[in-house]
């Protein structure tokens, strides 16, 4: 919801450095690999019950799933780059709900099974529009240029990092935290569905 009125205020500052990068050779790929690393490493320290201490690694790699998109605008998209860096986003937003069950599984596992849940539909929804949309020649340019389709909905990038900072912040919290968020997940996924039905509903196959 909040992802297209952010991109407009961090895309300016995000190129300038993706440029600066690029021309120093660093690649796209690379700062997807180094968002992953820090992003499995905020997690693994949460598992250990450090949450707190995760938040610093955790912003960091958002950090770099940003600039690695800033990177690939100077340098020259790729497909595999964008295949990659979408991988490793959906590598990341599972990782962090196991790391609070296996911190306190009597208290958190039931709630990140539902959670893990909700983000699978959620993400097969998001991808499966992509494809379609895709296959329709469609493009989106609001939440800055990217190698899939991006739909709009009630969570999306930002929503999701302002729930784990806060979960990280309020570790006790998780589960009560976890189950509103999984729902409104599945509010999100809903509402995807939803508008695929109205813009490809239409349409019948031959």
């Not at 997807?32 to 960091?60: D, H, K, N, R």
């Not at 990092?161 to 599945?186: K, N, T």
């Amino acid at each position: 919801m909040l992802d297209a009125a952010l991109r407009r205020v961090i895309d300016p500052p995000l190129n300038m450095a993706g440029r600066a990068l690029a021309k120093s050779g660093v690649s796209a790929d690379s700062v997807t690999v180094c968002g992953l690393v820090l992003g499995l490493v905020s997690a693994a320290m949460i598992a250990l019950g450090w949450p707190l201490w995760a938040l610093a690694p955790l912003l960091l790699s958002r950090l770099a799933d940003g600039l690695d998109g800033a990177v690939a605008r100077a340098a020259g998209k790729t497909d595999l780059g964008g295949y990659f860096d979408i991988a490793a986003d959906f590598l990341f937003y599972g990782a962090v709900p196991f790391a609070f069950a296996v911190a306190d599984p009597a208290a958190n596992a039931l709630a990140a099974a539902f959670l893990l849940c909700s983000f699978y539909v959620n993400g097969t929804s998001f991808l499966g529009y992509a494809i379609l949309a895709e296959r329709r020649g469609m493009e989106s340019s609001e939440r800055g240029s990217k190698s899939l389709y991006f739909t709009g909905g009630l969570l999306e990038g930002t929503e999701t990092i302002a729930f784990f900072v806060l979960i990280c912040l309020l570790p006790g919290w998780f589960a009560p935290l976890a189950w509103i968020f999984g729902a409104l997940c599945f509010v999100t996924a809903g509402s995807r569905v939803a508008l695929a039905r109205q813009v490809f509903g239409a349409e019948r196959e031959e």
